[in-house]
């Protein structure tokens, strides 16, 4: 299928959202090249294979490559739109980071020509397509761009934030809704063009700043909820009372509907967003910064109880049941799970059993003599104590009344609490 706007699509971060992007752009019959500064992501893709675990994205890889639309590099090469997905994290003191995407923006500039598209999908603080354009104009002083000729400009800028979910990436970038910002209305009609090529959903057209907006308004609005599931778990835990049972209970009302309490939260958007709005509005971002505050100081709550129980032992074997951010992926970005099992290993709290089914090695900051990874039947039959921090639905499947009738069980999610 031959489109007469797009023949070319460059994408710069092949990661969680970059490479699923491509890979089904490049199904619709357009050539993808796709830009990164891993060689080893690059040449994984290149033979095929991905470097990354995402239901169905293996095949369609494998397809699109085989097929000759899609393939990796290192160094930019011209396109018709580029899209950018790299990350977007905070410094200390939770200030914005875009050094990510501005040199992805600055490489991507050399090889701009007039008429191209370029979109920022990452995550970003409200101005930042702004800022992109600005960096653009600075190494190409030759091309004019939208803020000083409007819709006349030789390159067209837009945002467009992604909305997916982990684990059903592939079935949600076609069939999601997109929020699609411009800096001009012509870039975003440009841009909604791109995305219609994919998309079965409605495309919304709006201005960048307030899609910027509109993606930490998503996850800042979960942010809240999750923070409240949290804070009720640990008032629920002081009043001796069951929070999944109450839970259950409470949200038999017609109009409630509380979340499931956790670690902490996790993964690259709901656990960094809002504090892009917090930085952005300190003064007015109380209830934001608050859920967010509530949420990060999860993790200690959870090892609190670890220490009160691992001192009742001579010889502690803790077993942690899951890295990952969220069920069955393998996503350990800004993880509780890991935060958690890192601080238990700092302080020695005993031997630590780790069983994370979706890696095949522990990252470098859980490397220790004191620490092995390992299968669940083994933590099983080894440990004292269980510290559930995933709710993989292998663990799901544990008869907990009888492989661990024996265990101390601090079960941060729920995983066997909330049907009793």
Not at 317 to 328: T, V
Not at 354 to 383: G, M, Q, T
Request: aromatic content about 6%; glycine content about 4%.
């Amino acid at each position: 299928m031959d489109n007469p706007l797009f023949k070319k699509v460059s994408i710069y971060g092949l990661g969680y959202i970059g490479l699923p992007t491509a890979a089904v752009i490049a199904s619709r019959g357009i050539e993808v090249v796709g830009v990164d500064v891993s060689r080893h992501a690059v040449d994984t893709i290149n033979q095929g294979k991905i470097h990354i675990v995402e239901p169905d994205l293996d095949m369609l890889v494998q397809s699109a490559v085989t097929t000759g639309k899609l393939r990796a590099t290192i160094e930019p090469e011209p396109a018709d739109a580029f899209m950018i997905a790299v990350p977007t994290p905070f410094t200390d003191g939770h200030k914005p980071d875009l050094s990510y995407i501005e040199a992805a923006v600055r490489n991507l500039a050399k090889v701009l020509s007039k008429g191209n598209l370029v979109i920022l999908e990452s995550t970003s603080p409200v101005g930042t397509t702004e800022k992109i354009a600005q960096w653009m104009s600075e190494v190409r002083p030759d091309l004019s761009f939208p803020k000083e000729a409007g819709d006349q400009a030789d390159i067209q800028v837009a945002h467009c934030p992604e909305r997916v979910l982990p684990g059903f990436v592939i079935q949600e970038l076609v069939a999601n809704d997109r929020v699609i910002g411009g800096l001009t209305p012509k870039c975003a009609e440009r841009a909604k063009a791109l995305y219609q090529i994919f998309v079965r959903a409605k495309c919304f057209i709006t201005d960048a700043r307030t899609a910027e907006m509109a993606k930490l308004t998503e996850n800042s609005f979960r942010d809240v909820n999750i923070a409240f599931a949290n804070e009720l778990s640990i008032i629920c835990d002081k009043l001796n009372i069951n929070v999944w049972e109450l839970i259950r209970l409470a949200n038999r009302h017609p109009r409630v509907n509380i979340l499931s309490p956790g670690p902490g939260v996790g993964g690259h958007c709901i656990a960094v967003d809002p504090w892009f709005i917090v930085d952005s509005a300190p003064e007015q971002a109380r209830l934001i910064r608050t859920a967010r505050e509530v949420n990060d100081a999860k993790p200690e709550f959870v090892i609190n109880k670890v220490r009160k129980v691992a001192a009742e032992f001579k010889q502690p074997k803790i077993a942690c049941l899951g890295l990952a951010f969220k069920a069955d992926i393998d996503d350990l970005r800004e993880s509780p799970a890991v935060a958690i099992t890192r601080q238990i290993i700092a302080e020695h709290l005993g031997d630590v059993l780790i069983v994370e089914p979706h890696i095949k090695a522990l990252p470098e900051n859980l490397k220790d003599s004191h620490v092995r990874l390992v299968s669940l039947a083994e933590s099983l039959e080894s440990a004292n104590i269980i510290v559930t921090l995933t709710d993989h639905t292998l663990f799901s499947q544990i008869k907990h009344t009888v492989l661990l009738k024996e265990k101390i069980i601090i079960d941060a999610r729920g995983v066997w609490e909330k049907d009793q």
